[in-house]
């Protein structure tokens, strides 16, 4: 009895999650028409926040400081490196690139302490000086990160309206093509942009990745009231915790579908499983963003971002269903070995198929469109294996939830390659 109590309640919850990601995908495939404004000239200014990135940081700061662009700067956190990392930064074009070196013990406290210690140094050092902050435009990008040449002309006009706080970009693996692992990160990530944050552009309900997301700093400086804090909070998805609160202080999260930044794909499943169980135990964190949600952000955006936040509860339920339905089939093939003929009928196997991969279809033709050279018969072959991929999440969220209850609150930091 209690395993087919498991069992319908699991269907439900799947049934409820896949209407919801339908009507995201439908709402997804509107357009959104841009007015344009006269352009402001505006300054970039691209933080990276490092801890041991010598494998990967002179390739980004190459890629940053090519941009064919004119009013830009890079500033590397360097948060206590034991490697090459300042090293490298020193290395990169002097016009350019800026270095900030943090030392123990008031380093290595996570990202959001690094990022918040990066805006008081380029307040404190002059480098904004003469800048109106709704003209200074702050991207976030990690030491992998590899951002489109175009990315800032793409970006740019959505700051045109003033009640723009943050624009958040693409987000894809370039080492795509290393593995199936690498591949199916990529559609990851392909499916949650152009599907889901396109869709939240007319909910009003963007969320901030922790790569490639733009903040005009005038809306940095709403969210606290403190300047020696800063902006970011200590959350381990500090990226998930700001974008929120941008919304609730008024402003408008965008999400930008030209442009992307590459990152690196993890290619061991056990580092993967580290990876999103920090994100996990971030999310489960964020939990106390609800009574600001509730007092401060008005209709379906507030309704969107409760089950956004409610989404580590609701994968931890659904990790049951693979258990109750394995048990209930035992079941019933002990049942019909004692009654003597069948007991299972067809739905028995259309079912769980219907249930599990039906949006399997959606994400491969969402994939094949940005993907081309995968072509659509791949890419649903692939989306197939991409939901089986999300079982990696169950592991990840018992992880996350058993770090949380046993008070661990380290930065699992993804090691590159």
Known sequence: MI?????????????????????????????????????????????????????????????????????????????????????????????????????????????????????????????????????????????????DQHVIQAVDPYFDDPRTGATQVGVRMYNRHKGLLARLQ?????????????????????????????????????????????????SLTEDLDLGVRLIARGWTNQHCTTAAVSQQAVLDVKRLVRQRSRWFQGHLQSANLVPMILREIPGRAAVDLLYHLSSPVLILLTSLLPLSFVVATAGAVVGSVEAGHPLVSPMWIIGPYLLSFTAAYAYGWVYSRREREVGLGRAVLLSHAFVLYGYIWFAAGWWGLWRMLTGKQTWLKTART
């Open 186 to 234: 990529d559609m990851e990530f392909v499916i949650y942009g152009d599907i889901f944050q396109s869709a939240r552009r007319y909910i009003g309900s963007v969320g901030m990745g922790g790569n490639g997301q733009f903040m005009r700093l005038a809306a940095l400086d709403t969210l606290s009231s403190d300047p020696g804090r800063g902006p970011w909070s200590d």
């Open 3 to 147: 395993t087919e109590l498991m069992l319908w309640a699991s269907i439900g919850l799947i049934v409820m999650a896949g209407t919801y990601n339908t009507g995201m995908f439908v709402l997804s495939r509107r357009r959104i028409r841009h007015a344009r404004s006269p352009r402001t000239q505006r300054i970039y200014v691209f933080l990276l926040a490092c801890l041991n990135e010598e494998k990967v940081l002179a390739e980004s700061l190459a890629r940053i400081t090519a941009l064919p662009a004119g009013n830009f700067l890079a500033l590397v956190i360097d948060d206590a490196s034991d490697d090459r990392t300042a090293d490298i930064a020193r290395a990169a074009d002097p016009q350019r690139v800026h270095l900030l070196q943090r030392q123990l013990p008031n380093a290595r406290k996570g990202k959001g302490a690094a990022l918040n210690n990066g805006i008081h140094h380029l307040r404190s050092s002059g480098i904004l000086d003469g800048y109106d902050p709704r003209d200074v435009i702050v991207c976030v990008v990690d030491a992998d990160g590899r951002l």
